[in-house]
């Protein structure tokens, strides 16, 4: 069983900046892509930020500049760095993970159970 936790969410006024974690715990034999989506009330999810590699990576236009993420895979660890956070950022932000649980199982992909990001004054 594969379990995707995520923590760092909380309340912060516009400008400030968060650290959001999700790390990957349970039967693991390797991960591809990690990647994080946020959700506001009323709307689709949506993809923030994806990472394939330590150099590939791609964010929506929206968070270009101000969001980095990053992978740690000796930790099955992704992170998001948001900064300058502006009030539209609010919503609740999911990190997913593209997991192969052994050497001849597929490629499948896990997600976590979402942290709340609320920006505002």
């Known amino acids: 069983q594969v379990q995707l936790v995520e923590s760092g969410g909380g309340l912060v006024q516009p400008g400030g900046s968060l650290r959001l974690s999700c790390a990957a715990s349970?039967?693991?034999?390797?991960?591809?892509?990690m990647a994080w989506y946020r959700q506001a009330p009323g709307n689709q999810r949506e993809l923030v930020a994806h990472?394939?590699?330590?150099?590939?990576?791609n964010y929506a236009d929206s968070v270009k500049g101000r969001f980095t993420i990053s992978r740690d895979n000796t930790k099955n660890t992704v992170y998001l760095q948001m900064n300058s956070l502006k009030p539209e950022d609010t919503a609740v932000y999911y990190c997913?993970?593209?997991?192969?649980?052994?050497?001849?199982?597929?490629?499948?992909?896990?997600w976590g159970q979402g942290t709340q990001v609320t920006v505002s004054s």
């Open positions: 349970g039967n693991i034999f390797g991960i591809d892509a």
């Open positions: 990472i394939t590699t330590p150099h590939s990576t």
């Open positions: 997913s993970m593209t997991i192969k649980i052994t050497w001849r199982t597929n490629w499948s992909t896990y």
